[in-house]
């Protein structure tokens, strides 16, 4: 628990098997009980650290009347049916989060056969596909899904008190993350959207689809102008200076683009081949994709097929089929 500013504090609640190790959610005092940003991962070991660093501000869950959740990501979301039945708090999240909830959580097994089945079409061998594990063991049993009591499309005000907390729509890495903005005390609350040292991960994923590398960028464009005085990630460490951190990320992307270019200068090729010349995480020196685990196969395939689609729908490059495989080529003109 640490105080980030009079009224406001970050709590950080343990992601299992995870390298990032935290989720960092944020309670905000008001004159009308507390509101929280986001909830954690759904385990008991979560419950009992959001528990414990309450109580170190003589808190409980009763006094928590809103939970806004960033986008529905189980590390953002999956607490929030046990808080919201602990507090009685009114929860919310954009609607589009709520369309991503039976497909993920409800049906989860079916879901993670269909991307599969989907990545398999684009390169991927069975032996790098690992088993459908979509939560932590026991986590389903823990407490079920939440449905919101409010929706948002962006651009709403958060009232509670005298707090007020702009909905600010940032698609890329979810379909329905938000940002939340205090213009007041210049904060922002970023979730996924902007972190401060490793870009978030940007992923073409069924049933989504769409265009998640181009809605990623015009978001990042959207929020550079804001006068924030402190960014507060949902995971890392808090930091300032938001016009440049969100130009790294863009210039990150470009130059990603362009690797996936270089790779298709003499032959097309499949998202999966492509993805094992593509140097991944370069702000901890670079990884090779051969050394990965197979889920961080899985995601790094997903995110060259973001920037795929981004470049297939500019027109730069174009798919085709060969034996039930998608290909990738440059088009001559390009």
Same mark, same amino acid.
Request: net charge negative.
């Given at each position: 628990?640490?105080?980030?500013?009079?009224?406001?504090?970050?709590?950080?609640?343990?992601?299992?098997?995870? *390298?990032?190790?935290?989720?960092?959610?944020?309670?905000?005092k008001t004159d009308d009980g507390y509101l929280l940003v986001d909830a954690g991962v759904n385990t008991p070991e979560a419950l009992q650290a959001v528990k414990r660093q309450l109580s170190e501000i003589r808190v409980d869950f009763k006094d928590i009347s809103h939970i806004i959740i960033t986008h529905v990501h189980g590390d953002h979301y999956g607490l929030a049916g046990k808080l919201k039945e602990l507090s009685g708090a009114k929860l919310a999240f954009h609607q589009l989060e709520k369309n991503q909830i039976y497909p993920a959580y409800g049906n989860a097994i079916d879901f993670f056969r269909q991307s599969d089945e989907w990545l398999k079409s684009n %390169?991927?061998?069975?032996?790098?596909?690992?088993?459908?594990?979509?939560?932590?063991?026991?986590?389903?049993?823990?407490?079920?899904?939440?449905?919101?009591?409010?929706?948002?499309?962006?651009?709403?005000?958060?009232?509670?008190?005298?707090?007020?907390?702009?909905? +600010?729509?940032?698609?890329?890495? =979810?379909?329905?993350?938000?940002?939340?903005?205090?213009?007041?005390?210049?904060?922002?609350?970023?979730?996924?959207?902007?972190?401060?040292?490793?870009? *978030?991960?940007?992923?073409?994923? &069924?049933? #989504?689809? %769409?265009?998640?590398?181009?809605?990623?960028?015009?978001?990042?464009?959207? +929020?550079?102008?804001?006068?924030?005085?402190?960014?507060?990630?949902?995971?890392?460490?808090?930091?300032?200076?938001?016009?440049?951190?969100?130009? !790294?990320?863009?210039?990150?992307?470009?130059?990603?683009?362009?690797?996936?270019?270089?790779?298709?200068?003499?032959?097309?090729?499949?998202?999966?081949?492509?993805?094992?010349?593509?140097?991944?995480?370069?702000?901890?020196?670079?990884?090779?994709?051969?050394?990965? =685990? *197979?889920?961080?196969?899985?995601?790094?395939? #997903?995110?060259?097929? =973001?920037? &795929? !689609?981004?470049?297939?729908?500019?027109?730069?490059?174009?798919?085709?089929?060969?034996?039930?495989?998608?290909?990738?080529?440059?088009?001559?003109?390009?």
């Amino acid at each position: 628990m640490a105080e980030i500013i009079p009224g406001i504090y970050q709590l950080k609640v343990p992601i299992p098997f995870n *390298p990032l190790e935290y989720t960092n959610i944020y309670l905000i005092k008001t004159d009308d009980g507390y509101l929280l940003v986001d909830a954690g991962v759904n385990t008991p070991e979560a419950l009992q650290a959001v528990k414990r660093q309450l109580s170190e501000i003589r808190v409980d869950f009763k006094d928590i009347s809103h939970i806004i959740i960033t986008h529905v990501h189980g590390d953002h979301y999956g607490l929030a049916g046990k808080l919201k039945e602990l507090s009685g708090a009114k929860l919310a999240f954009h609607q589009l989060e709520k369309n991503q909830i039976y497909p993920a959580y409800g049906n989860a097994i079916d879901f993670f056969r269909q991307s599969d089945e989907w990545l398999k079409s684009n %390169g991927i061998p069975d032996h790098e596909l690992p088993l459908p594990q979509p939560t932590p063991s026991g986590e389903q049993k823990f407490s079920p899904p939440a449905l919101p009591d409010i929706t948002f499309q962006g651009g709403e005000t958060v009232s509670v008190g005298a707090v007020s907390l702009q909905v +600010v729509w940032t698609p890329g890495h =979810a379909p329905g993350h938000i940002c939340l903005y205090d213009a007041q005390r210049r904060l922002f609350f970023a979730g996924d959207h902007i972190l401060p040292v490793i870009t *978030p991960n940007i992923s073409l994923r &069924l049933p #989504s689809a %769409g265009n998640p590398l181009g809605d990623f960028i015009n978001s990042l464009n959207k +929020v550079k102008m804001f006068d924030v005085k402190l960014v507060l990630p949902a995971h890392e460490h808090i930091f300032s200076n938001l016009p440049a951190r969100v130009e !790294e990320i863009i210039q990150h992307h470009r130059h990603r683009t362009g690797e996936m270019l270089d790779t298709l200068r003499t032959k097309p090729r499949t998202a999966y081949e492509m993805s094992a010349d593509i140097t991944w995480m370069p702000e901890f020196g670079g990884v090779k994709f051969h050394t990965m =685990a *197979p889920w961080d196969k899985r995601m790094a395939v #997903s995110e060259t097929l =973001a920037h &795929l !689609e981004a470049l297939r729908l500019d027109g730069i490059i174009s798919q085709f089929y060969r034996d039930s495989i998608i290909y990738y080529r440059r088009n001559q003109s390009k």
